[in-house]
Every structure is written in C-alpha cells, then in structure tokens.
C-alpha cells in the first residue's frame, strides 16, 4: 500500500521537501539532462505554443519548457503552495502563470492548450488514469501529452520500499492509461540518472490527442465522478494520516542515502578511469 497515496499526505510531505528539493533532491534523483532527454519527446518546437504544465512543484520542469516556450504561454499548475512559491521566485519563469489545483480535475475549459506536460507527480495521482483523460480533455486536437515519471524496480527489496513511498507504475501501465484514455501514436524512452544501472528507472512517454472533446474513458467508465482520494482519504482520521506519513515519508527517504553513496562510488570510479 502505498503510504503517500493521498494528496493530504503528499501536500505535507512537500510542505517540507520544497525546502531542500531543488538543491539536494533533484540533482540526485532527476538531473537536468533527464529533464531535457524527456521534453523532447513533447516537441516544444515554437515560442507561441501555449503548454500546461501539472504538477510543476518548484518548477523545475517548467524551466526546461520556458527553453523554448515563452513564459507567457505557460501555466504551472500544482496543489502545494509551498513548492510554488519556490518556483515563483526564479526569474527564468517571470510571467509564467501559477495556478494551485488538482491534476484530476483541471481548471481549464476542453481544448485548450497545444501541450500537456507532466513531470515528478505522477507517483502522488491517486488516480492516473482518470488525471490521463484529463490530460486528454484539455488539449486541442493534435495536441500532445508527455509524462515524465518513475518505473517499478526490479530490485524486490527496492520494490517493496518504493511502493511503500508512492506510486511506481510499469511500462505497460504509462501505455495502456494512455490509451484508455484516447491518445495515439504513443512513444516513450527510458530515463537515468549516472548512478542507475538499470534502464528501467524512469520513463517520458508521449501521446497525441485524435478527436476533440473529453476522452472516451470518461464516456465508457462507470467510475463516480468523486476522485479516489475522495473515497479512501486519510484525513477522516488524525492518527491515521500521522501514521501514513509518518512510514511514507521514512520509505522516500530511505532513498537519499542509497543515492548518495551511489554517487559517490560512481565519481570514484570515474576519477580512477582517468588515472
């Protein structure tokens, strides 16, 4: 079960991370050149394309966007105000819209922008496919949806703690919630960062809308309209939620170490390459 599940619980735990993020977390977990390899797929190829970016956080992905998009343009929409007053304060993102809201339900009318991109927040949807089809909502016809996120390990050890943390779906997951929810011509490429020596640690994968209008999951579902997190959310009760953070936070960070020493074996062994 995975212990960060809820929006509540990540709200929190992000109320913290957004201190250290950007300087201690990303450079270890999700590198710029992973950002970039994974945008690429999005084909951010003119200055007018108008892109929404879901789960912008700090706002590190919309920085690889604003590369080639101007920041008028751009929305960045996230739940946690913290992580985006971060992200507010970095002057390659002056004139980007902000927007706190909810990847499940977007607050833009249907057919809307020229890109969807989604990068680091896929592991905290409670429902992807249903946050998918909204994906596929608010996008004009031909437009595209890249998502950037996290594979399952095969390590049993590393899969049982990841799946404590949060949500690490399979290859054949990213694909069929795609097109569950009506995109084609799907493509995805693995990421990495130096110290992984398995491809499957990451995945960018890439879909284009056909039709107009909302996706035809939402039309063949028989899913209620609430969201999940609205059925099974934590916060009914205090202990509970303390709990659930409390062991989902300790799994995430039992990470950061790992990480840590990991890198530091690989420079060594770079640094001895050279001698």
């Not at 990540?10 to 993020?21: C, H, I, Q």
């Not at 409390?246 to 960070?253: N, R």
């Amino acid at each position: 079960m995975r212990f960060l599940q809820h929006k509540e619980e990540a709200y929190w735990f992000y109320r913290y991370l957004s201190m250290v993020y950007d300087r201690y977390v990303n450079p270890l977990f999700y590198t710029p050149i992973m950002r970039d390899q994974g945008l690429k797929l999005a084909d951010l190829n003119r200055r007018d394309l108008e892109v929404v970016d879901v789960g912008a956080g700090t706002g590190f992905a919309t920085e690889g966007i604003v590369q080639f998009v101007d920041t008028k343009n751009v929305h960045a929409l996230d739940q946690s105000d913290h992580q985006q007053a971060k992200a507010k304060k970095k002057a390659t993102l002056l004139g980007v819209h902000f927007c706190l809201g909810d990847a499940e339900q977007l607050p833009w009318e249907t057919d809307r922008f020229d890109r969807y991109v989604s990068s680091g927040s896929i592991e905290y949807w409670p429902d992807p496919q249903r946050a998918i089809a909204e994906a596929y909502r608010v996008l004009k016809v031909d437009g595209l949806a890249t998502i950037i996120g996290p594979l399952k390990p095969k390590h049993r050890l590393a899969r049982f703690v990841a799946e404590t943390f949060m949500l690490f779906p399979r290859c054949e997951e990213y694909i069929n919630w795609y097109r569950q929810a009506g995109f084609v011509d799907i493509q995805y490429i693995f990421l990495r960062p130096k110290w992984v020596k398995e491809e499957d640690y990451g995945i960018s994968i890439v879909g284009r809308k056909p039709k107009p209008g909302v996706s035809p999951w939402v039309s063949s579902t028989s899913t209620p309209k609430e969201s999940l997190r609205e059925k099974t959310s934590s916060r009914q009760s205090r202990l509970l939620f303390l709990a659930r953070f409390a062991v989902g936070s300790l799994a995430g960070g039992m990470f950061v170490p790992l990480a840590i020493v990991k890198t530091a074996i690989q420079k060594l062994r770079s640094q001895a390459a050279h001698f």
